[in-house]
């Protein structure tokens, strides 16, 4: 589990714990410990779906947050947390994955930690099944479109709902049904060409 952000004494009572920073003037407090606590695994997840690498995907996680509690007053509320926090980190992995470093250095995911993630199985077949399994996903996934994977990861791996992606990626419910079926499609087709 990742650490929450840094806490300090709050001065004025003594032993009670503060944020670093207090909330922007006019937002309703927010339990950021809860909100941390409730969302850094799902977040994380998601930036090593996009990443590709534990280390980028942990530091992209710490980054999410730090600017979801710079941000705080921008939240107006007109999306769930969890949703804003996604629109954070797609932006955040995708400032990345265009960045000079990231143009320059290539990494595979490790197997292991999308294994490790899954959870244990019942038999060894099984771990190899689901290895190799896990191995033919992520090269289909990898050849698709940027936008095309995205779409899958939010609706396969984090389970959002159409709406959901459509308010997150700015774009109609009927536009997000309609890139999802071709991204399936797309999936599909390359899928096929791995076995």
């Known amino acids: 589990m990742h650490p929450a952000p840094a806490l300090v004494e709050n001065p004025q009572e003594s032993g009670s714990v503060a944020p670093a920073a207090p909330p922007p003037p ?3 407090p927010v339990d950021f410990a809860a909100v941390y606590e409730a969302h850094s695994q799902q977040i994380f997840y998601l930036a090593l779906r996009l990443l590709g690498d534990p280390t980028q995907a942990e530091d992209a996680t710490h980054d999410v947050f730090m600017k979801a509690w710079r941000h ?5 509320g007109e999306a769930d947390v969890r949703t804003w926090l996604y629109r954070i980190t797609l932006n955040h992995c995708s400032n990345l994955r265009s960045s000079w470093h990231a143009r320059n250095v290539h990494t595979q995911p490790d197997d292991t930690v999308f294994e490790n993630l899954a959870g244990p199985t ?3 077949f099984r771990d190899v099944e689901m ?3 896990g191995r033919r996903i992520q090269g289909a996934l990898a050849e698709l479109p940027e936008e095309y994977r995205v779409l899958l990861l939010l609706v396969a791996d984090q389970e959002l709902s159409y709406e959901q992606i459509a308010q997150l990626t700015q774009q109609s419910t009927d536009a997000v049904r309609g890139k999802l079926h071709r991204a399936r499609k797309a999936f599909g087709n390359v899928f096929r060409k791995t076995a």
């Open 26 to 28: 006019g937002v309703m």
């Open 72 to 76: 705080l007053g921008g939240f107006r």
């Open 122 to 124: 019942d038999s060894p």
């Open 131 to 133: 290895s190799e399994l």
